[in-house]
């Protein structure tokens, strides 16, 4: 009888976890309201912070009990089998029904260790569209853009309220209208244009973000508002109308928002709407749920699968030291492998890349950082590869690495958005492109300092450039805090020996840097070092980076927007 039970009672303690978790999820994600309103910016990036551990934690607490309550049935099929029923039963009607079904998930790969995904025990595949999940009372609200613009935005900013005085809110409707009618054909405004914004609003780091989408006719484009708090109040920092600038603002390289919403699918849906090259993984990791975004990641991957006869194989740029990495031509994301043994001159050890992948995770991407996900025992059709591609697997990574009759596993995993490295780029691009990606080279370096984090290893091969033509490091062996660091000058030689040692004639320590040493060897092309030294030479003096330290040691927050600086109305509209 207690036997009979054991599934029935299972299934409803990870549902009873998973309840736990979400409650927990919107109780830190309501807090970034009165954190903004408040000006708690350290507040801010702890919740964000904590918010990432609790979904691991709650799994691995749930973990223990799930497999102390089944005994020696932890592991039988059959169980598993009653287990999952009873939980999809459970489930189907929660308008979160996608999010429960990954967290049954994690319940069962952290249980069952060393095992690979299995269907019949899993929600491997989607068990529904979840689009027939809808709110009773809409997600959005609508506003009619008639004239005047100006009565329509005071609506706007009626519905949307703080608990903060507003710095100047008829100044900033003002540059929103002027703005929207720039945007717009000469002319009156197209018969029923209209705005739908979403009632949620998205918060990240200093900044509040008003999403929706602008209804032009039969034409819909993005609708955001950047809204910033200073020491005067809240103000609207800008209008971001066109696609490739808010893309950007939810790009894979930037720490999730946090968004309070209650059926996360019909946000994700809405998101789609005004960002449609993004992948439904992306948006969900945009807004926090990166475990479902892992799970429609890889169905996207079973997906293109099936519907491509592609091979793998070594992915573009010069093989690296610590990661065996490997893609398809079709498919725009990369795998990688960390190597069993590293070439010299790595000191690093595998557990010490494992927790620069885990430092990343937490930490600020600013943009400037590539997300990463992390698969055990992830299976390969091994059709899919070449002998030689496979060869070289096995000598680099054989303790990852097995081959199981037609199946390829690997271990250990990181799955990235597929970018083209730096070098290569710039082997390619006109002297015009050169400039503009060598210059947003030095912006990411510049970048990463005010988020106190200095990359290690500069070279061009380690960062990549994106669609939208931003620089990325996606290198992370090398990576620690820059505070870690001491910078130095170069002494003088005071000997003529001294001057001609090919060895350095002074002290070095593991931590020392000498960015006077940058010139030599981080780029290579005579005429693109130039245009770097005209834009960034600050990066080769020691001030730069001093000075950077002092004021993060001090408590101090950079400023980083994820929108181009003409795009904000101090930039446009002088004060």
Sequence with gaps: MFEKLLPYDTAHLILRSYQQYYYNYKRVTKRAQIRFEHRDWRGMQA?????????RDQVGKTTKEVVKLLGSLSSDDDTWKKIKQYYLEEVSNFATRNIAETFYNSIFRHSHRGLSVDKDLMFVLATATYREFRSTIPIHQTFFLIEPLEHIFRQVFHFFTFDAQWEDMERDIQYICDTLRESLTPGELPRHARIELLKSVFYRNKGAYIVGRLHL??????????????????????LLLDYNDVSSIFSYNRSYFLVDVDIVSETVDFLKSILPTKSLGELYNSIGFEKHGKTVLYRDYLRHMERTLDKFDHAPGIKGMVMAVFTTPSYNMVFKVIKDRFAAPKQVTEDEVKRKYEMVFFHDRVGRMAD???????LFERSRFSDELLQYLMEEAPSKVKIKGDIVEIKHLYIEKKMIPLNLFLDQATTEEAEEVINDYGKAIKQLAAVNIFPGDMLLKNFGVTRLKRVVFYDYDEIGPLTDYNFRRIPEAETYEEELSSEPFYSVGPNDIFPEEFRR?????????????????DLYAVGFWIDTQKKLEAGYLFDVFPYRQRLRFAKRYPR
């Design 372 to 378: 990463s996900h992390i698969f055990e025992q992830f």
């Design 217 to 238: 006719e039969d034409r819909i484009t993005p609708f955001i508002i950047p809204l910033l708090h200073k020491e005067n109040g809240i103000f609207a920092d800008a």
């Design 521 to 537: 060897f981080l780029i290579g092309r005579r005429d693109i070092r130039d245009i770097f030294y005209r834009l960034h030479g």
């Design 47 to 55: 919740d964000a912070r904590e918010r990432l551990t609790l979904y």
